[in-house]
């Protein structure tokens, strides 16, 4: 019960990261960019920089808005995330869950969650493994959503706890493990 709890409020917190970005993403899209923050916003995913040869750090340029995102493996599959200190869990949608091989007949959606786009039922699954640069992480707790609730895939505090450390510096997410 202790969990379903915990999970609810991972969702919510999800919820509230959520909308600012969605909100976001229209201003940005609505005013007007310098050349420089365009070209940025195109290159999309940024890759894990580690911080020296053979290091157990990473760092993680801020985006374009302060977000934090990657490219990540999720069960050895590559993904596109946004790093969220704010949720509980990392949550991925349907699409994301299928390509990294889970089977979303054996998933049980009872978990009630409330995202910016309302009300859906989300499903607990336990990643087998989460890398983001050289930094690697087994079980790690996870929900899957359905692709209407949830358009990416967020790296919540089930995965960050599991670090050394992680701090902003400098503009710069780093993660140490």
Known sequence: MLSR???????????AYTLPMVTGRYLDRTATAEPSASSARMSGDRAAIPAASGAREVVL???PGGHFDATLELNGRSVHGLIDTGATVVALNETT????GLSLSTLDYSISVTTANGLAKAASVTLKRVKIGSIAVDNVQAMVLPDAALSGTLVGMSFLNRLSSF??????LRLRR
């Open 5 to 15: 709890a915990l999970m609810m409020a991972g969702l919510a917190c999800l919820c």
């Open 61 to 63: 340029p801020a985006g």
């Open 97 to 100: 869950a299928r390509r990294i």
């Open 167 to 172: 701090a902003v510096e400098d503009g710069a």
